[in-house]
């Protein structure tokens, strides 16, 4: 049922085209591993290949660590090329005097968008949820946003697509599938 639902989404927004070349955001945590086993159950669908990315944030000492070896270890389970960074959030927070989070956000996409660039990718495939479109509009009404900003987040924006965004997270659950 939940792929069903993820290709629901993909087809009402037009995320994807046959051939693409998706590079999928993964974390470790069961947001992004659900989008990334529901993308390879629909890899031939749409004709895809799909590249596995992982930010190491540095800022959870070991368990960032111990997640970026997850990550890895479930790419080459399902024989994904794999690729990592890690950023120093901290720094740029330091010397720009933005939040943690938005420093974080930052460098995130930057890396995103090179590794998008340099394997000439046609997607990011991101994991956020119905849950973090609601949060996302809750914070902005609250720091008074205006009619664009309670838009909330656009499911394609290219070369981004999020095809859990319809989702909420209790309706999430993957079950790896060869």
Same mark, same amino acid.
């Given at each position: 049922?939940? =792929? *069903? ?14 051939? $693409?070349? =998706? ?31 992982? =930010? ?18 479930? /790419? ?11 950023? $120093? ?13 938005? /420093? /974080? ?55 981004? *697509? ?9 309706? *999430? ?6």
């Amino acid at each position: 049922m939940f =792929v *069903i639902e993820v290709q629901a989404c993909i087809e009402e927004h037009a995320m994807l085209s046959s051939g $693409d070349k =998706v590079i999928v955001a993964v974390s470790g945590g069961a947001d992004s591993m659900a989008l990334l086993f529901a993308l390879f159950q629909l890899r031939s669908m749409y004709d895809m290949t799909l590249i596995v990315a992982h =930010v190491n944030h540095q800022l959870r000492g070991i368990e960032a660590e111990q997640d970026a070896l997850f990550v890895e270890q479930q /790419a080459a389970c399902l024989g994904l090329p794999f690729y990592q960074t890690r950023i $120093d959030v901290k720094a740029l927070q330091r010397s720009s005097g933005m939040s943690l989070q938005h /420093a /974080a956000r930052q460098l995130r996409y930057r890396f995103l968008h090179e590794l998008y660039q340099t394997l000439d990718a046609t997607r990011v495939a991101l994991g956020h949820t119905a849950d973090d479109q609601a949060e996302t509009l809750l914070i902005r009404l609250l720091h008074g946003s205006g009619p664009a900003g309670l838009a909330g987040i656009p499911p394609v924006r290219l070369p981004f *697509i999020r095809p859990l965004i319809a989702i909420s997270r209790h309706g *999430i659950f993957f079950v790896p599938s060869n």
